[in-house]
């Protein structure tokens, strides 16, 4: 993963230098960046989320609207729809969030798939598993590949105690809350500021801040409000649907925080290729990772 961290300070006591992307040099030694266990999850992690994204909107394209509450059907107000609609001669797709509607013809709602045909579902083949219409077999990947999801992200945190990751790069302290420092870091990512020498080593407050989220609330909320979805949930643990105030709800929550790690990845590969693409993928395939040079590495 990216790391872009907080401006250190050098022995003089003053911030270091941070470097502009493409400053970096082939003469800086390679250092150690990511341990094995992050580089194992990172890659498997990015497959199983890829699997449950594509089949979780074939799932969705059964029924493409979202309720709060326990209950929701055709006639209910849905307070998101993704759907088709005719005036007159013209058929379009549209994307409707409450009252707000945007139109989404070509590609949700109305479209055309790989043999020419118009279709009229929410989510195009291209972002489906499988391409084709089929709940049922959308449903077989999605929830094998949910085992290996909270499997692995377990697997991962107990490790990551025992290794002292999450302490050592995830915890944020109490002057990384500073409103300064927190300022700062986002005035330097705004600028694409990237860090030089040894703070290019270690998380910034932002990156902390967004791993945190993935890891403590986005990930676990989609394993819990996937357990909320189902019935067999109710026989051993009816408080779980509950707390969400309805099993539509627990399925708006599912959908919202299923796009909110879309987002973060959007985000994490823009950063990726402004950062140096070749340095970061290779940090994340071997470990290791060439810093680039800052103030006290004598530039």
Same mark, same amino acid.
């Given at each position: ?98 009252? &707000?509607?945007?139109?989404? =013809?070509? %590609?949700? /709602?109305?479209?055309?798939? $790989? ?6 579902? !929410? +989510? ?111 026989? &051993?643990?009816?408080?779980? =649907?509950? %707390?969400? /105030?309805?099993?539509?709800? $627990? ?6 925080? !299923? +796009? ?40």
């Amino acid at each position: 993963m990216l790391r872009r961290p907080r401006r250190s300070r050098n022995v003089n006591g003053r911030p270091e230098s941070l470097a502009k992307p493409g400053s970096l040099t082939k003469d800086a030694p390679l250092v150690r960046r990511h341990r094995l266990s992050t580089r194992l999850w990172h890659w498997s992690n990015a497959l199983v989320l890829l699997v449950m994204l594509m089949s979780g909107l074939m799932i969705f394209n059964a029924h493409p609207r979202l309720y709060w509450g326990e209950y929701g059907a055709n006639f209910d107000p849905a307070w998101l729809k993704i759907s088709s609609a005719r005036i007159g001669a013209r058929e379009f797709g549209y994307l409707q969030i409450g009252s &707000w509607r945007i139109e989404t =013809t070509g %590609v949700l /709602g109305l479209w055309h798939d $790989a043999q020419g045909h118009l279709q009229r579902r !929410a +989510f195009p083949y291209w972002a489906t598993l499988p391409s084709r219409y089929s709940l049922a077999g959308a449903r077989i990947w999605h929830l094998a590949f949910a085992w290996l999801l909270a499997g692995g992200l377990t697997l991962y945190l107990g490790w990551s105690l025992v290794n002292r990751h999450l302490q050592r790069d995830i915890h944020m302290t109490r002057r990384e809350w500073r409103p300064a420092n927190v300022w700062r870091d986002i005035v330097d990512h705004a600028r694409l500021r990237f860090p030089a020498g040894e703070a290019s080593r270690h998380y910034s407050f932002l990156q902390k801040l967004a791993y945190a989220g993935v890891l403590f609330v986005a990930l676990p909320l989609m394993i819990v409000t996937g357990l909320a979805m189902s019935p067999g949930t109710d026989a &051993w643990a009816p408080i779980i =649907t509950e %707390v969400f /105030g309805g099993r539509q709800s $627990a399925r708006s929550v599912h959908f919202l925080c !299923a +796009f909110a790690l879309v987002a973060f990845f959007v985000v994490h590969m823009v950063m990726v290729l402004l950062a140096g693409p070749i340095n970061e993928v290779r940090a994340m395939i071997t470990g290791r990772y060439r810093p680039r040079p800052g103030r006290e590495d004598g530039v």
